[in-house]
């Protein structure tokens, strides 16, 4: 997949985190992001990527904490791959391919299977048969 394509997916799935209707019935703290940082060099295999997560109640200050937690995990090129609130993200990739997924928080599905629908949709949009899933995350996607 073209870093442009690549670069559109990433944009659609932080639209459709950010761009979602709240219920009133949804029971989370307002502000809670969570940020994946990512230290992933090219032709290790896929998976094995140095990874740290933030949360915060911005979506900046979980990017610093996601790259600090990358950094102490003694991770040298760490960069934000994504970040999102109230919903589900993960980070797929091989060799020589990446993919993310974000998938929002609905009331009427659990969490285990929003997390799912993120992993799947990261190792989609990486794109090739040796991608492996390296990280994924929840914030504000409240149990039931």
Same mark, same amino acid.
């Given at each position: 997949m073209d870093r442009k394509l690549?670069?559109?997916?990433?944009?659609?799935s932080l639209v459709a985190?950010?761009? !979602?209707? !709240?219920? *009133? &019935? !949804? &029971?989370?703290?307002?502000g809670s992001w969570d940020s994946i940082?990512?230290? /992933?060099?090219?032709?290790?295999?896929?998976?094995?990527?140095g990874y740290g997560v933030g949360t915060a109640d911005t979506a900046t200050a979980? /990017?610093?904490q996601a790259m600090e937690a990358c950094a102490k995990a003694g991770n040298t090129s760490c960069k934000v791959m994504l970040h999102y609130r109230y919903a589900?993200?993960?980070?797929?990739?091989?060799?020589?391919k990446?993919?993310?997924?974000?998938? *929002?928080e609905s009331p009427t599905v659990s969490p285990s299977v929003i997390?799912?629908?993120?992993?799947? =949709?990261? =190792?989609?949009?990486?794109?090739n048969p040796g991608c492996? =899933?390296?990280?994924? /995350?929840?914030?504000?996607? *409240? /149990?039931?």
């Open positions: 690549k670069t559109a997916l990433q944009a659609a985190a950010l761009g !979602m209707s !709240m219920s *009133p &019935a !949804m &029971a989370w703290a307002d940082a990512v230290d /992933d060099t090219v032709g290790h295999r896929g998976g094995n990527a979980a /990017d610093q589900c993200g993960a980070y797929a990739s091989s060799r020589t990446y993919g993310t997924g974000v998938v *929002p997390e799912g629908q993120a992993r799947q =949709l990261a =190792l989609d949009n990486c794109g492996e =899933l390296t990280i994924s /995350d929840c914030v504000g996607v *409240p /149990d039931r």
